[in-house]
């Protein structure tokens, strides 16, 4: 009975990478990621100006944005190590591009939580990345 339920578990284990290699990457997986990448642009903004109103800790702010961080170097790599589908080699240059532009950012203000001069300038930053993010989820819905 066991050896038929690892039996069971193997090949469904195996079916899935099986489905999943033959299943080209497309634009909606891009999608997910820009879209990935604006939530995070858009949460470190609202974490900005929660500290600025005075509404959080330093440290808590530091947390956040060093998950938020990570969130983006997640989402950089990923993007980085999959192969383009053909057509679609400018967008992932543009989606590799922001997600660089924001785990920068996003570094910046993990490791400056204290300045308010930094988070002045790495919100600009991430106002633009979150302006270009929802332009190329945009384009990618076409």
Same mark, same amino acid.
């Given at each position: 009975?066991?050896?038929?339920?690892?039996?069971?578990?193997?090949?469904?284990?195996?079916?899935?990478?099986?489905?999943?290699?033959?299943?080209?990457?497309?634009?909606?997986?891009?999608?997910? +990621?820009? /879209?990935?990448? $604006?939530? !995070? &642009? #858009?949460?470190?903004? =609202?974490? *900005?100006? @929660?500290?600025?109103?005075?509404? %959080?800790?330093?440290?808590?702010?530091?947390?956040?944005?060093?998950?938020?961080?990570?969130?983006?170097?997640?989402?950089?790599?990923?993007?980085?190590?999959?192969?383009?589908?053909?057509?679609?080699?400018?967008?992932?240059?543009?989606?590799?591009?922001?997600?660089?532009?924001? +785990?920068? /950012?996003?570094? $910046?203000? !993990? &490791? #400056?939580?204290?300045? =308010?001069? *930094?988070? @002045?300038?790495?919100?600009?930053? %991430?106002?633009?990345?979150?302006?270009?993010?929802?332009?190329?989820?945009?384009?990618?819905?076409?």
């Amino acid at each position: 009975m066991q050896w038929i339920i690892a039996l069971l578990v193997v090949g469904g284990a195996l079916w899935w990478i099986v489905a999943d290699t033959n299943n080209p990457d497309d634009p909606g997986r891009l999608k997910i +990621e820009v /879209a990935s990448l $604006r939530s !995070s &642009a #858009a949460e470190a903004l =609202k974490l *900005i100006e @929660q500290i600025e109103a005075g509404r %959080l800790t330093n440290h808590f702010f530091q947390v956040e944005t060093s998950l938020l961080h990570e969130k983006a170097g997640s989402v950089l790599k990923k993007i980085r190590s999959t192969p383009p589908q053909p057509g679609l080699e400018e967008k992932y240059r543009q989606a590799s591009d922001l997600a660089d532009q924001a +785990e920068a /950012a996003l570094n $910046r203000l !993990s &490791a #400056a939580a204290d300045s =308010k001069e *930094i988070r @002045q300038g790495t919100s600009a930053k %991430l106002q633009e990345v979150l302006r270009l993010a929802a332009g190329l989820e945009k384009s990618l819905q076409q």
